[in-house]
């Protein structure tokens, strides 16, 4: 068939995805309009109730002590062979066992993993990673250094740079997100998956637009579409809305210490410690509509049914996309969205379970 003849076939096609996709840009734009108007108040209530602690945010001059623990492992920089990036990761390499590597989420760094590297270090080798962006890993400027194709493509060479052809990924939140990424476009070098309170972006998608409430708990995802405002409101008041995410009462993380709350903020406090991280969100929407993927990667799923900003009802529409006896999926009670924080012996219950036939 002709060229010309085919394209005009497709310009209706065309034209239709394309008005789609404008209209799903105004929408969202929108959203992070009214969502500012949110935040922004919330950020300047803080300011006036707290008004020593200023507008900015205070850099934090030397990391604390528990960043520095060498329980938790060595501290070590891997050269990434696809983009050059070099990442930081903390390696409790003790045991004989695969590679199991840990991906943070937001607002979260290798420190989230703390209670994992201690349970898991001495029968495998268990390395939590600093995603591109994060804490002490190589921070690449413009959006575009933030797509799920490179953020997938650093977990390829980090596994391959640390010498094995395949891990299990244990991911959490936007780790979560990646690992789904990885799992569909690198199968072979996924040997199992531990997720923990992430759907795949083509589910949630589904999801989201049948269940519009989702779309408000997941407020903060349209703000971070903006430029600038973001990092100034996450900063105000000494980085109080990050401090209330984290150590909330109700929906952050309990018994957080003062000195671990100031260990999982000291790299947002540095200079452009926030850029990279919200630039992962500012990606979110490039590719609308996603296909829906079959998943067939051996996956062990963990959801709080107290989660604040992720429905549990996301797990039953995980689970229609799998392949049968693919996956096993368990629902927490009483357990929030920081799982492997808040509820570590519980994570560890399903993970030992999960992973107990693997040598070690």
Not at 62 to 76: C, Q
Not at 313 to 324: E, K, Q, S, T, Y
Request: glycine share 8%; proline share 8%.
């Amino acid at each position: 068939m002709p060229e010309l003849v085919v394209t005009a076939l497709l310009a209706p096609s065309r034209l239709s995805l394309s008005l789609l996709r404008f209209c799903m840009w105004v929408a969202v734009y929108a959203a992070a309009l009214l969502a500012a108007a949110a935040y922004t108040c919330a950020a300047l209530l803080g300011v006036l109730c707290r008004p020593r602690l200023g507008c900015c945010g205070r850099p934090r001059s030397s990391p604390p002590a528990g960043l520095r623990d060498p329980a938790l492992g060595e501290h070590r920089f891997l050269a990434l062979q696809s983009s050059g990036l070099r990442l930081h990761y903390v390696s409790a390499g003790r045991g004989n066992g695969p590679l199991l590597l840990f991906l943070h989420g937001f607002p979260e760094t290798w420190f989230s993993w703390r209670h994992q590297l201690r349970e898991f270090g001495p029968h495998f080798h268990a390395v939590a990673v600093d995603m591109r962006g994060y804490g002490g890993s190589d921070k690449p400027g413009g959006v575009d250094s933030y797509t799920l194709d490179l953020l997938a493509a650093d977990v390829r060479d980090v596994v391959h740079g640390l010498g094995y052809s395949k891990c299990v990924l244990v991911a959490h939140d936007w780790g979560g997100v990646i690992a789904w990424h990885v799992s569909t476009y690198y199968p072979a070098l996924v040997e199992r998956m531990v997720v923990i309170s992430a759907p795949p972006r083509p589910v949630f998608q589904e999801f989201s637009l049948r269940h519009v409430t989702q779309l408000f708990r997941s407020n903060y995802m349209f703000l971070f579409q903006l430029r600038w405002l973001p990092e100034k409101l996450l900063s105000m008041s000494d980085f109080q809305l990050l401090k209330t995410t984290l150590a909330h009462y109700k929906r952050g993380i309990p018994q957080l210490s003062p000195s671990e709350l100031e260990a999982c903020l000291y790299d947002f406090t540095q200079p452009g410690g926030l850029t990279g991280p919200l630039n992962y969100y500012r990606n979110l929407f490039r590719d609308f509509p996603l296909e829906p993927q079959e998943l067939s990667t051996p996956t062990l799923l963990l959801w709080g049914d107290q989660d604040p900003v992720l429905d549990k009802r996301l797990v039953d529409a995980i689970g229609a996309h799998f392949m049968p006896g693919r996956l096993e999926a368990h629902v927490l009670p009483g357990v929030g969205h920081w799982a492997p924080q808040s509820h570590a012996a519980l994570v560890h219950h399903y993970m030992w379970a999960f992973l107990g036939d693997l040598p070690r």
